[in-house]
């Protein structure tokens, strides 16, 4: 599959020999949360904005390109409810209204799609699966907080990335070169025009970074091409993405604020640590117009990826080798009468993945020596889904909809059953998992300028196949039931033109049937959580060179049951605070046009504190960062770029975490520069 791959992303650079185009670089400003902002991942179609019960936010072309994001988190982390750490090189922990997940919490959690395919199969997922995404190529990026809508199924519980290639037709080319601290190089290459097959587009990104800790360099590529046309009254487009990663791990620093010392933050305790991986995708999308209400649309897709990780995080530090190969389609006709729009759909999954555990180091405590596991895993997922939306008044829009899905996993254990130190490997097996997810939402306007919405939604996950086929001795696959996460939002739109834009949010959500790792390792099943919090999102402009946007976030998550490890600071009490939580998250910028041709951008971000530990024992005191980024079109072709990151030179942590009975973190990276240069041609 690998292969054929390669040879449709060569033959898709081949094609574009003919292609021809110009662009204008403009400078960019601050996107209004404005009422005609089209969205396109609640429905898997387009949408306003302002009629969407979905609490959805979205970074935009210009935003994305201002950022000029290192590593996605810089970009996502400046909208409401979301929290990524990153740990090092492309390696991350995601947070959409929940505490920062890790295992198989963190993997299932959060649906993170391409043009609204997911990037790896629901079962599959991997924890640090950002990494996949072509997010420095994207026309934007969506994000849905909370459980996604019946179009969406496993995993769509906390919340989804949709990260959304260019349109051809509206994408300009250009290149664009950065340079910057602690050995970065960034190259970026964009093309679009017209071909012999239809408009296309191809993009290609580079980044290599040397580390800004001992032995931690990063070299990341990305190629994506999209190729529209018509057959008929049937609109196609023939999407295919590229991400190769190969970066040395730095591991966790080890003591209490240890990340406060420069010295020890630098320091590598294993240089050894590594993660290598590949992602290939390609997808066709279908929208055929059948009669004057009715149409169908469909995505036919395939996926291969394959990773090599060092587990760094364990006394093991074992190798893990892991990938999965799928094909699949989503499909849905949609019926348009009068006031009301009906969808009906049927999505499916094909996928055979495999995964091997070895460990070479001598053998340590229950961390064997030897082979850990070996297995493969044939998965199909069959989903059907109804969802449909009625003007029922000039004023008030309803929604509703729900998704049946059905998972089954076929395990086939390719070494000795039984268990072996901390290792149980199981027998083969088939196991079926049945979820419904269904959701019903409401948009009123009060007036032209203010709007409330509501919405009550259910999210599910069927567990990964890690959850299932990692076990520890003393554990059954029996009790693993599916997650569940009952959500109720209800929040307010405010839209008074030019000069404000703002959405305020409130929710609260119960999770049952909870899978996590509790402090020894061992995975613990039907655990409960709760959470609640209210988000702010919005821009002001003040006067007409300086405008102030940004995000505010207050969540409190908390433990809804007794549980955890045996004794000691894990041990998990009902009420008390899930770890990696923290209770404030904001973040603020305020533009500033002094002269024409010249943007100031300051960001001031900040992350309240937070429990390292389940016991509520370890305590991060949180941190303030403060950004700053400058922009200079020379011309009408040439732009010019500063950034410099963390301004004041801050001592902080992107991640604390308490473990194995100490504090660890992951250092948070010092003041650095970068300078970039974009040309239009």
């Known amino acids: 599959m690998f292969r054929l791959f390669r040879l449709a992303l060569l033959g898709s650079v081949t094609g574009y020999a003919s292609v021809s185009g110009s662009v204008c670089v403009a400078i960019a400003q601050e996107a209004p949360v404005a009422r005609d902002v089209v969205v396109v991942t609640g429905a898997r179609t387009e949408t306003l904005r302002s009629d969407s019960t979905l609490a959805t936010a979205l970074l ?144 290609f990104s580079v980044r290599h970074e040397d580390g800004w800790r001992d032995d931690a360099s990063l070299d990341r590529r990305v190629l994506q091409t999209r190729l529209d046309g018509e057959i008929g009254e049937t609109d196609w487009s023939l999407r295919l993405s590229g991400v190769d990663l190969e970066q040395e791990t730095a591991t966790f620093v080890g003591g209490f604020e240890a990340y406060k010392d420069e010295a020890a933050s630098r320091r590598n305790a294993d240089p050894e640590a590594f993660r290598n991986a590949y992602a290939l995708r390609a997808a066709l999308h279908l929208n055929r117009p059948i009669t004057e209400t009715l149409s169908a649309q469909a995505a036919l897709f395939a996926r291969s990826n394959d990773m090599q990780f060092r587990m760094h995080f364990l006394p093991s530090e074992a190798l893990e080798s892991s990938g999965h190969d799928s094909v ?179 929710y609260v959500m119960r999770k049952d049937n909870v899978i996590l790792r509790d402090a020894n390792g061992l995975t613990v099943t039907g655990a409960k959580t709760r959470h609640h919090g209210i988000e702010l999102d919005g821009v002001w402009s003040i006067t007409d060179t300086l405008s102030l946007s940004g995000a505010v976030s207050w969540a409190v998550h908390e433990y809804d049951f007794n549980g955890g490890a045996g004794s000691g600071s894990e041990r998990i009490m009902e009420g008390a605070r899930i770890d990696t939580a923290p209770d404030w998250l904001s973040s603020l910028r305020l533009l500033w046009r002094p002269v024409d041709r010249v943007l100031v951008e300051t960001e001031w971000a900040h992350v309240g504190e937070y429990f390292a530990d389940a016991g509520n024992t370890a305590l991060y005191d949180g941190h303030d960062l403060l950004h700053l980024r400058l922009s200079r079109d020379i011309n009408d072709q040439v732009r010019i770029s500063l950034a410099v990151r963390n301004l004041l030179d801050e001592r902080y942590a992107e991640r604390a975490d308490f473990a194995f009975g100490r504090y660890r973190y992951f250092p948070g990276e010092p003041r650095t520069l970068s300078l970039s240069a974009g040309l239009s041609f």
């Open 60 to 203: 935009d072309a210009e935003a994305l390109d201002r950022v000029g994001a290192h590593h996605i988190s810089e970009a996502l982390n400046r909208l409401p409810g979301v929290n990524i750490n990153r740990g090092n090189g492309a390696e991350h922990l995601t947070a959409i209204r929940s505490p920062v997940f890790t295992g198989g919490q963190g993997a299932g959690s959060f649906l993170y799609l391409e043009d609204g395919v997911p990037l790896r199969a629901a079962g599959f997922a991997n924890i640090n699966g950002l990494f996949e995404g072509a997010d420095g190529l994207a026309d934007r990026i969506e994000v849905v907080r909370g459980p996604g809508s019946a179009a969406y199924g496993s995993n769509a519980l906390h919340g989804l990335v949709n990260i959304i290639t260019p349109d051809p037709e509206d994408t300009e080319r250009s290149i664009w070169l950065e340079a910057g601290s602690y050995g970065r190089a960034a190259a970026r290459l964009n093309l679009a025009g017209e071909t012999g097959f239809g408009a296309g587009w191809l993009g």
């Open 328 to 506: 699949g389609f989503q499909s849905a006709l949609v019926w348009t009468l009068g006031d009301s729009v009906l969808r009906l759909g049927l999505d499916t999954d094909f996928t055979e993945g495999a995964l091997r555990e070895f460990q070479t180091r001598p053998t340590v405590g229950p961390f064997v020596q030897g082979l850990h596991y070996d297995y493969t895993v044939q998965s199909r997922t069959v989903a059907a889904f109804a969802m449909g939306e009625h003007q029922l008044t000039p004023r008030l829009r309803l929604d509703a909809g729900l998704r049946w899905e059905n998972t089954r996993y076929a395990y086939s254990n390719r070494a000795p059953v039984g268990a072996v130190g901390r290792y149980l490997r199981l027998a083969d097996r088939d196991d079926v998992f049945d979820t419904l997810a269904p959701h019903a939402g409401w948009v009123f306007d009060v007036s032209d300028s203010v709007s409330l919405f509501g919405r009550a939604a259910r999210g599910v996950r069927a567990p990964q196949t890690a959850e299932l086929f990692r076990l520890q001795p003393g554990q059954s696959v029996e009790g693993i039931e599916p997650e569940t996460l009952d959500s109720a939002e209800t929040g307010l739109r405010l839209d008074v033109g030019s000069a404000a834009q703002l959405e305020l949010t409130g």
